[in-house]
């Protein structure tokens, strides 16, 4: 027996929970279809940006999320020429309420959200619930097909929202075209049990031919090691002895604590960039990694899925609610979100050609004396890049009727 609702939404990451809990929040039936048991994995995006921190804030969840316990980054330095350290971006000088980035487990975040859709009588979360395929009646997509432990089912509504990640078989199965760009670079993440001090600022350390991002975090480090694309089983053939010299030349400081990584430690992430060529077909909305995988480059692929999850529910809410939704309607998302998606796909690809060219090198990228410092001189021009990873190019607002 098919079941109904008004709309579906496949995927409980951050932009299905985001959009789910708005559209509810806006009294339109929603249910979230998460394949997954719990919220547990390691080594998902766990950045939450100022324009994310806002949205919690207008919705009335911030002063939850501050009981999770979370790190601040507001600032990145590179080493310059001469051997000093270049600050070249500083959230900590936006004119902004949360002028920073906050490091929390991706796990409590979802939590957090859904615990607050449990309040909302429109809301639906099922988890170890799997989509297989969408639901089609004459060229539009009604719905979805699951599997969970009661067996095979249907999900029926108004609209299905992908937003089951970077190999969305939503997409697939809707066989929206897609562009697709190189990437040169693969990301190992790993955990350090150690500590570095480099509180409130995010450093890159380098070792010969090998580049990392060490995020510090309680009790440990979350590090991420930049590789060539391709290169992952060559690098396990050099043997764990090599990868552990390597993170000691970059930060000696975690000596101690790589002796007990093992190569099993380190997840490999299949970096893609892509985009789709058209978000929406009848009945069907892609937003987040499934209509645009980012790279973790930057780390702003959640708050480009987010801010996507924020202006679906504001365009959508209210056809939704009224039954009146249209192409229209869903075209406008995209409409609405291709400026920042390109904008930011075209920084990610600069930002590419330029690890290439390191990775290609000594490993090591030093800022030229000349824009050290100027940005030193300058100190305002850390806030262009810090405004276009923080809050994005495009600042989405939340339906009225969502705010608390």
Same mark, same amino acid.
């Given at each position: 027996?098919?079941?109904?609702?008004? %709309?579906?939404?496949?995927?409980?990451?951050?932009?299905?929970?985001?959009?789910?809990?708005?559209?509810?929040?806006?009294?339109?039936? @929603?249910?979230?279809?998460?394949?997954h048991?719990?919220?547990?994995?390691?080594?998902?995006?766990?950045?939450?940006?100022?324009?994310?921190?806002?949205?919690?804030?207008?919705?009335?969840l911030?002063?939850?999320?501050?009981?999770?316990?979370?790190?601040?980054?507001? =600032?990145?330095?590179?080493p310059?020429?001469?051997?000093?350290?270049?600050?070249?971006?500083?959230?900590?000088?936006?004119?902004?309420?949360?002028?920073?980035?906050?490091?929390?487990?991706? !796990?409590?975040?979802?939590?957090?959200?859904?615990?607050?859709?449990?309040?909302?009588?429109?809301?639906?979360? #099922?988890?170890?619930t799997?989509?297989?395929?969408?639901?089609?009646?004459?060229?539009?997509?009604?719905?979805?097909?699951?599997?969970?432990?009661a067996?095979?089912?249907?999900?029926?509504?108004?609209?299905?929202?992908?937003?089951?990640?970077? !190999?969305?078989?939503?997409?697939?199965?809707?066989?929206?075209?897609? #562009?697709?760009?190189?990437?040169?670079?693969?990301?190992?993440?790993?955990?350090?049990?150690?500590t @570095?001090?480099?509180?409130?600022?995010?450093?890159?350390?380098?070792?010969?031919?090998?580049?990392?991002? &060490?995020?510090?975090?309680?009790?440990?480090?979350?590090?991420?090691? &930049?590789?060539?694309?391709?290169?992952?089983a060559?690098?396990?053939?050099?043997?764990? =002895?090599?990868w552990?010299?390597?993170?000691?030349?970059?930060?000696?400081? &975690?000596?101690?604590?790589?002796?007990?990584?093992?190569?099993d430690?380190?997840?490999? &992430?299949?970096?893609?960039?892509?985009?789709?060529?058209? !978000?929406?077909?009848?009945?069907?909305? %892609?937003?987040?990694?499934?209509?645009?995988?980012?790279?973790?480059?930057?780390?702003?692929?959640?708050?480009?899925?987010?801010?996507?999850?924020?202006?679906?529910?504001?365009?959508?809410?209210?056809?939704?609610?009224?039954?009146?939704?249209?192409?229209h309607?869903?075209?406008?998302?995209?409409?609405?979100?291709?400026?920042?998606?390109?904008?930011?796909?075209?920084? =990610?690809?600069?930002m590419?050609?330029?690890?290439?060219?390191?990775m290609?090198?000594?490993?090591?990228?030093?800022?030229?004396?000349?824009?050290?410092?100027?940005?030193?001189?300058?100190?305002?021009?850390?806030?262009?890049?810090?405004?276009?990873?923080?809050?994005?190019?495009?600042?989405?607002?939340?339906?009225?009727?969502? %705010?608390?």
């Open positions: 027996m098919a079941e109904g609702t008004r %709309c579906v939404i496949v995927g409980g990451g951050p932009a299905g929970m985001v959009a789910g809990l708005l559209l509810a929040r806006s009294g339109v039936p @929603v249910t979230v279809l998460e394949k048991a719990d919220f547990l994995r390691d080594f998902r995006g766990d950045t939450i940006h100022p324009s994310t921190l806002q949205l919690l804030d207008e919705i009335g911030i002063s939850e999320f501050e009981k999770i316990n979370f790190s601040k980054v507001a =600032q990145a330095s590179i310059a020429r001469d051997g000093s350290p270049a600050t070249v971006l500083d959230l900590s000088r936006l004119k902004h309420p949360f002028p920073f980035i906050a490091m929390a487990p991706q !796990w409590d975040f979802l939590n957090l959200l859904a615990r607050a859709g449990e309040a909302e009588p429109n809301f639906e979360l #099922r988890m170890s799997s989509v297989t395929d969408v639901v089609t009646e004459g060229g539009r997509i009604i719905g979805v097909k699951y599997e969970d432990s067996g095979d089912g249907e999900m029926r509504a108004l609209l299905t929202i992908a937003a089951d990640g970077r !190999w969305s078989p939503v997409r697939e199965a809707a066989a929206l075209p897609m #562009r697709e760009f190189s990437v040169p670079i693969d990301v190992w993440w790993f955990k350090i049990p150690s @570095v001090d480099r509180k409130n600022e995010l450093t890159p350390a380098f070792a010969k031919d090998r580049s990392f991002v &060490l995020i510090p975090r309680e009790g440990y480090v979350q590090a991420a090691m &930049l590789l060539p694309k391709g290169h992952d060559r690098l396990r053939a050099e043997g764990v =002895q090599s552990r010299k390597s993170i000691i030349q970059a930060a000696p400081e &975690l000596a101690d604590g790589v002796q007990s990584l093992a190569l430690d380190a997840k490999l &992430l299949d970096v893609k960039l892509n985009r789709a060529k058209q !978000w929406w077909r009848r009945g069907l909305l %892609c937003i987040g990694d499934s209509a645009h995988a980012m790279s973790p480059v930057g780390g702003i692929g959640i708050n480009l899925a987010v801010q996507d999850a924020v202006a679906a529910a504001r365009i959508l809410a209210r056809p939704l609610r009224e039954g009146t939704i249209s192409d309607d869903v075209a406008a998302v995209q409409r609405r979100r291709t400026v920042p998606t390109v904008a930011t796909q075209m920084v =990610q690809r600069v590419h050609r330029g690890l290439t060219r390191v290609q090198a000594s490993g090591e990228f030093r800022v030229p004396l000349p824009i050290a410092s100027a940005f030193r001189l300058f100190p305002k021009l850390t806030t262009l890049p810090a405004r276009l990873l923080g809050v994005g190019v495009l600042r989405e607002r939340p339906p009225v009727e969502a %705010c608390r």
